[in-house]
């Protein structure tokens, strides 16, 4: 009876021992392949290399995280190896997230190829310049920018430089062909009412105090020769030389002489 | 166990106290780009360098050497130096440093990077290469002048073509008029 309930105890033991065994086996097994899987899948950053991010265009987006939009940005991205193998910087990305859901792209930008080797002990500054369209313009958006690089060995590293939400501004600043041509139209505008303000002004001063002279014509009835009409130098002419009295046969006379 | 809860607490403190006062070294982030749109033979090419001091700490004796990739046969410098020497550069501070070159061949060319040398803190030298604004067209003066020149010549000789039809019968109303201002004066 003892010796029975000994194996059957054993036997449970075992039953339940391999039961467990075959339940931990299958869970560290699927553990360790999700940790190889999440190892394959988020490439980390180097500890030998260190990075650097600036800002050239706009300078002040360093600080205040704002952009022009329709303008663009330009940037630097610092490498130094601080490792004893070589670095091979192979290429940085650029995208536009959205803020509130960085796994969400709004905008990814043409990756900027470097393939620059950076040797031990060695720094390299890589530049990149991407181009915020006007539409973004008051939007905010979350900018990241990662550096792909690997090691003599062939390791492959991705590092994070700049992963923020930055703010798209409208660009104020310099000549807008939309304002400008605005402002010419505003122009025209207003000579357009002075013309119409002069027109108008002249036509009442012209009732009000001009009004005795009448504008009628009235053929050549009228003995008065109107001097308006008359070409000035022809006045002149006229008033040097005093009609010479006499017969018309006298004056044609004198001419020939 | 006192002691070994000591060792860790300070191992802790001296790495939390390294870690925020751990001010990063000078660092030292250059850009070299063209400032002209155009690089054209005999044709004054302007090429900026751009130093930034990324780091918390000045950066000191800065030198930048970009001898090596403007060679005097292809290049005549104008105006500036291919090797400049800053004493100290601020923390979260720029320099710009610009020289203005004349190339004197066609063809495609290789802006490589220049080298930059800094110091940090405790006389420990940095060698960088700033940005590589990479390989560059240079026009030959004749096809430049062919898209932007002002075309004299051209109007010249336009105004030579234009001149026999133009100048001959202005000539001629000249002479009749003047015949007519005389008879005028005669007149009078």
């Known amino acids: 009876m003892k010796l029975s309930t000994v194996f059957l105890l054993a036997a449970l033991g075992f039953c339940a021992v391999y039961a467990a065994d075959v339940v931990d086996g299958e869970v560290t097994e699927d ?224 001419k020939t002489d | 166990m006192n002691a070994v809860l000591v060792a860790i607490f300070l191992i802790v403190g001296i790495y939390a106290a390294d870690v925020g006062t751990q001010t990063r070294d000078a660092f030292i982030l250059a850009h070299k780009s063209p400032l002209s749109l155009y690089a054209v033979e005999n044709m004054d090419l302007v090429i900026e360098y751009g130093l930034y001091n990324v780091g918390d700490k000045p950066a000191t004796k800065v030198t930048i050497d970009d001898r090596h990739s403007f060679p005097t046969q292809s290049f005549d410098i104008i105006k500036g130096l291919l090797h400049v020497n800053f004493e100290k550069i601020a923390p979260g501070t720029n320099v710009t440093h610009s020289v203005v070159l004349r190339p004197r061949a066609y063809g495609m060319f290789n802006y490589t990077s220049a080298q930059v040398t800094y110091y940090t803190g405790n006389d420990n030298l940095h060698v960088s290469y700033s940005s590589a604004p990479g390989e560059g067209y240079i026009y030959r003066q004749r096809e430049y002048d062919r898209k932007f020149a002002p075309k004299y010549t051209f109007f010249l000789t336009f105004l030579a073509l234009v001149a026999p039809t133009t100048i001959g019968s202005y000539l001629l109303f000249q002479k009749s008029k003047s015949r007519f201002d005389a008879y005028a004066k005669k007149k009078n």
Do not use: C
């Open chain 1, 31 to 254: 553990s360790t392949r999700a940790t190889t899987e999440d190892d394959d899948l988020t490439i980390g950053a180097s500890p030998d290399a260190a990075l650097a991010f600036q800002f050239v265009q706009p300078a002040d987006a360093n600080t205040i995280n704002e952009v022009y939009g329709g303008s663009p940005v330009k940037f630097l991205i610092g490498f130094q190896n601080r490792g004893e193998k070589d670095f091979i910087v192979k290429f940085s990305e650029t995208s536009y997230r959205y803020p509130l859901d960085f796994n969400y792209y709004l905008q990814n930008f043409t990756r900027g190829e470097y393939n620059r080797r950076v040797a031990p002990k060695e720094e390299v500054t890589l530049d990149y310049a991407f181009f915020t369209h006007e539409s973004l313009a008051g939007r905010s958006l979350g900018l990241v920018v990662n550096v792909h690089y690997e090691d003599a060995d062939g390791k492959y590293f991705i590092n994070n430089v700049y992963n923020q939400t930055i703010t798209v501004v409208e660009d104020d600043s310099g000549f807008n062909g939309e304002t400008g041509f605005m402002f010419l139209i505003f122009v025209a505008l207003g000579i357009g009412a002075l013309y119409v303000a002069n027109q108008f002004l002249s036509k009442l001063s012209r009732k009000s105090g001009l009004q005795k002279r009448s504008t009628v014509e009235q053929g050549t009835s009228g003995n008065e020769v109107d001097y308006e009409w008359i070409p000035r130098d022809i006045i002149k002419n006229s008033e040097k030389k005093s009609p010479i009295a006499g017969s018309p046969k006298a004056r044609k006379a004198k």
